[in-house]
């Protein structure tokens, strides 16, 4: 998974958010985020209302296990 689409998990773990917001927080353009997007939709993880994101409920499991291992990986990798 790229960064970027998993820095739109973590964005999104607290709520909704708009474009908008995704787009500041994530420093990039509607053309470059909108393909990951996509993914991120056509892989369940995200549903797309209006102009706002959330996560789906696929997306909050895979979110709630993935996050402690990303975290055990990255512990890990500087020790």
Do not use: C, W
């Amino acid at each position: 998974m790229s960064d970027k689409r998993k820095k739109v998990l973590l964005l999104l773990q607290d709520g909704p958010k708009g474009m908008d917001h995704l787009l500041k927080y994530l420093d990039t353009t509607r053309p470059a985020l909108l393909p990951q997007m996509r993914v991120l939709e056509d892989s369940y993880l995200i549903i797309h209302y209006k102009d706002s994101y959330e996560l789906t409920t696929i997306g909050k499991i895979l979110f709630d296990e993935i996050v402690p291992l990303l975290n055990t990986l990255r512990s890990l990798m500087l020790t």
